[in-house]
């Protein structure tokens, strides 16, 4: 049970079978013996976890986790070579060093591949499927629908709060507001009062969320207005936009828009997306005009979608694919990008 509840998300062992023994076994008289006598049933234990489902449950490391996922395929040289190099070289196979392994392996590059293949196949976070997937939800406050030509921005009900006044109580209150105050002990007089001023703060409390959730709209509408084109071609149609032009269209402060805009979600035909990622810097194009930071890595990841995976382009390859088309980027802006992305670099991207 302890191991059990030293799994992590992904499935793996978080702490070291000796820590695992060293806090058992504090305080005890003879912690060395125990200690020593407890391993070696953790160590028993962690051989019976690993031997349940799913497979790779209870690694260490990832390199002991593919290692177990292999040692359940059917038995072939290429899955021998895949153990050597999980189990030794995973560093080599992440920088895609063919020559190092077929050294080190003393396998040919035809049968490498066919290792490599296998690796690839394998589940490195055997316990991703568990994961509670609710954490991960994202429920959106604004949802964006065709409206005619153009497209309308509602407010999601499901995340606006179900606030009302209890009528019972405000009706007692009118009515004791209503009787006044001639023959009402002193004491009354101040719970009625007090009771009227909670009555006002419970009203401007509903009024500010109401508001607030007006803006909410308000904002996302005037976004909607200026980024029409990616409702309708997505990301690569991403105009330039800053947080000042919409905080003039509405007559708000900057850092209003910054707030509205903040952890707020627009469901949208491409999927949903934060407020901000409407939001892009403007970058020079050879025409004259600009164009968005969020269009130009939409870009970058269609452009390395696209390559030979044989021979993955550079980030100044991929610079000056941008400028054939209009765009100035810098090598140095598509690596920050490319990274943006979680796109490996050209050498990791390497097919061996």
Known sequence: MVLIESLNDDGYLADSLEDIATQLTAGEDDAEGERDELLERLQCALRYLQSMEPTGV?????????????????RSEAQAIAIIVCKQHL????????????????????????????????????????????????????????????????LNPDVMPKLRINDLYANAIRQQRGAGSRGVPDALNGAGAGLNSRLQEARWFMKNILQRFDTIQR???????????????????????????????????????????TAKYMNTPFGTFELKYFFGSSLNTEAGGNASSTAVRALIKQIVAAENPAKPLSDSQISQMLEEQGIQVARRTVAKYRDALKIAPTQLRKAM
């Open 91 to 154: 560093e080599l196979l992440a920088r895609r060093d063919l020559k190092k392994l077929c050294a080190v392996t003393g396998a040919d590059e035809d049968l490498l591949r066919e290792a490599q293949a296998l690796i690839v196949a394998l589940e490195p976070k055997p316990g991703r499927q568990f994961a509670r997937a609710e954490a991960n939800i994202i429920v959106p406050d604004v949802i964006v629908q065709k409206s005619g030509r153009g497209w309308k921005v509602t």
């Open 219 to 261: 904002v996302s509408q005037a976004i909607v207005e200026r980024q029409k084109n990616f409702f309708t071609h997505g990301a690569i149609a991403m105009k330039p936009l800053v947080l000042r032009e919409i905080a003039d269209e509405l007559g708000l402060h900057e850092s209003t828009i910054s707030r509205v805009t």
């Open 58 to 74: 209870g690694a260490r490391d990832l390199g002991e986790c593919l290692t177990l996922q292999l040692r359940n395929r059917p």
